[in-house]
């Protein structure tokens, strides 16, 4: 009598164990699994433009997105009002060099200088530091970043918005390649371009995306 009690105790202590081991791997498991969803960056090159990007801000505050502006230097002397509501709104901000020049066709020190004096107007503008830069045409090299301190950024998503300025192009082609931790490269200097943008920001919200800054996707 004394030894079925002892089994039946013996096997409700296994099976109670058993179901603590299943539900600690399935713990484990949801742990595993990021509770924040699929990240993605809109970045815009070239600007500012006095029209189209206040018109891109005014879109991306509604939405509530935030987005990178890779601004060139000679652009922002005439646009300071704008670059400072990116800053305020919490845009990412970062060099795009002051004249738009193709730095590896450059000396080495007047590359450095077209990034850094971009970064100098865009300090005394926003009070920040620059921390990023996105080098025109893609054109980099390993004696630029050993030259500088600034994190170079490309892009997974060239939409040629430049060249074809049709916003429904634009749009079907980002949402056939978008994909967690994309970056899409745009330009804030056409009305295209800003059309299409926040037309991207709301059928990919509708599938989940969230829109950060890239330093944000670096950082993960």
């Not at 037309?199 to 800054?213: C, H, M, N, P, S």
Request: hydrophobic share 40%; charged share 25%; net charge negative.
């Amino acid at each position: 009598m004394w030894k079925q009690k002892g089994l039946v105790i013996c096997l409700v202590g296994i099976l109670f164990v058993a179901g603590l081991w299943r539900n600690q791997r399935a713990w484990e498991a949801d742990a595993l699994v990021s509770p924040e969803g699929k990240k993605i960056a809109l970045t815009f090159d070239d600007g500012p433009h006095s029209k189209y990007t206040e018109e891109l801000l005014d879109g991306l505050k509604e939405r509530g997105v935030k987005v990178s502006f890779f601004v060139l230097g000679s652009r922002v002397v005439s646009n300071r009002e704008l670059v400072q509501r990116m800053a305020e709104e919490g845009h990412l901000i970062g060099s795009h060099t002051y004249s738009h020049v193709e730095l590896t066709q450059y000396e080495l020190t007047e590359a450095v200088c077209e990034i850094e004096q971009a970064c100098e107007v865009l300090k005394e503008v926003t009070g920040q530091e620059i921390e990023y830069v996105r080098p025109p045409y893609g054109s980099w090299s390993e004696a630029l970043t050993d030259a500088t301190s600034l994190t170079m950024v490309k892009w997974t998503i060239d939409t040629l918005d430049w060249k074809y300025k049709d916003a429904d192009r634009i749009v079907s082609q980002v949402l056939k390649e978008a994909q967690d931790g994309s970056i899409i490269l745009m330009h804030d200097r056409y009305a295209s371009s800003v059309d299409a943008a926040l037309r991207i920001v709301d059928a990919l919200q509708k599938e989940g995306y969230e829109f950060v800054t890239v330093d944000e996707l670096y950082v993960d």
